[in-house]
C-alpha cells in the first residue's frame, strides 16, 4: 500500500485572528465577542448578523478540520484570519509537511493590497493555494489578477474564467467548474424516515423581493398550516439539523440579488437541505448551471420563475416524493457535494 501524503490545512476564516488550532478556534466559537468585531460595535443588530455569519464560517472551518482522502494524511487543520497573515507568511512548512492554504468566497480581497504579495510569498516556500471562489471571482474580484499565479487549485463558478485572468494563471493549476456545495460534515444529521409533510422556506431578509412576498403569500394559502417561512439573515447553525424535520425545503435561487453577478447564481440552501434529508425546491436560474443537472438527476425539483402553478407543483411533488427517493437524494448529497468531500478530492488530484 503506497505511503499517504502527510498534509496540513490552513483555512482562512474572516473571524479568525492568528494563526490557531482548528479544533481550538471552533471549540471557542460559541464564547467569540462578536459585537466588538462589527462595523458598529455594540449595535445589537449587527452583532445578531455577526454571530450568524460567524457561526457559518467556523462550519466551514469545521469541514477543514475534518478532511479525509485515502491518498492523504490530514495532519492537525490550522485556522487563521486577516491578523494571522504575516505570522502565516513567515512560517517555513517542515521538509516533511506539505501545507495548504484554502481560500472561498471573495475572501483574498480582505487582504488587500497584501494579497498578491503574500500568496506569491507563501506560494516561494512551497505552500499550496486552493482558491474556492464559487462565484465569478475572475471578473469582479480586483486583486485576482494578482493572486491568480500563485493559485494550485481554482474551483470556478459555472461561467467560462474570465479570458484576461485565465492568462495568469499557471498551467499547471487544476482548474474546476463547481459553484456552491453544503458546509456541512457529511451525514451530520441522520435520515428522518417520518417528516412532517410540511415545507420550510429558507429565505433571508435579503430576499424578500416582491417576487418572494408574492410566492410566500401563495403557498401559506394553499398549503396552510404545512407551510413554514423562515426569512431571517440565515438559519442560525446550531438550528440547520432540526430542520430535517420537513419534508420539503423550499430554497432562494440568486435570481434575488441585484447585482448581475448574483442574479445569475444560486445559494448553497439546496444543498445543505438535500444533505438534511428535505426535498429541494427551487426556482429556474437565469443561465444553465450545476442545478440544471441536479434537476435531471431528479435531485432538486425545480419551477418556473415567477409562475405560481409551477411552483405549487414543484412543491406537490416534493410532498409526495416515497421514502425511497428521499433518501437517494438525502445519500447523493452527502457523499457528492459537501465541501470537504470535493476539497481533499481536489487536494488529492492536485498531486
Known sequence: ???????????????????????????????????????????????????LDADWHGESVRCFAA???P??????????????FAELVGMQPPAHEEWWLIFYGQHPQAL???AGPAMAALRRRGVRILYYAFDEATRVMPCFGEIAPSLSVLVHDDAPIHAPMRTLLRPECLTVHRSWVANLLPFA?????????????????????????????????????????????????????????????????????DTPAMAATHTDRPFWSGCLGM?????????????????????????????????????ERALAMPQ???RRIY????ERETVGIVVADLIAQAG
Open 1 to 51: 500500500m503506497p505511503q499517504r501524503r502527510p498534509l496540513r490545512v490552513f483555512a482562512y476564516c474572516p473571524w479568525a485572528g492568528k494563526v490557531q488550532d482548528a479544533a481550538e478556534y471552533i471549540a471557542g466559537l460559541p464564547q467569540l465577542d462578536i459585537s466588538s468585531m462589527t462595523s458598529k460595535p455594540g449595535d445589537p443588530h449587527l452583532a445578531k448578523l455577526g454571530r
Open 279 to 315: 426535498v429541494p425546491v427551487s426556482e429556474n436560474s437565469l443561465q444553465d448551471s450545476r442545478l440544471d443537472g441536479l434537476a435531471a438527476g431528479g435531485f432538486i425539483m425545480r419551477y418556473a420563475h415567477g409562475d405560481l402553478r409551477s411552483l405549487a407543483e414543484a412543491c
Open 112 to 114: 488587500d493590497k497584501l
Open 67 to 69: 478532511l479525509s482522502h
Open 189 to 257: 444529521a441522520p435520515f428522518n424516515e417520518e417528516p412532517l409533510e410540511s415545507i420550510v422556506f429558507l429565505g433571508s431578509e435579503m430576499g424578500l423581493t416582491e417576487n418572494r412576498r408574492r410566492q410566500i403569500a401563495f403557498l401559506k394559502e394553499r398549503f396552510k398550516d404545512r407551510f413554514t417561512a423562515h426569512h431571517d439573515h440565515s438559519v442560525p447553525v446550531q438550528g440547520r439539523l432540526l430542520l430535517n424535520r420537513h419534508k420539503v425545503s423550499l430554497c432562494p435561487e440568486g435570481r434575488k440579488f
Open 331 to 334: 445519500n447523493y448529497y452527502n
Open 71 to 84: 491518498e492523504l494524511e490530514f495532519l492537525p487543520a490550522r485556522v487563521l484570519g486577516r491578523p494571522g
Open 324 to 326: 425511497e427517493e428521499r
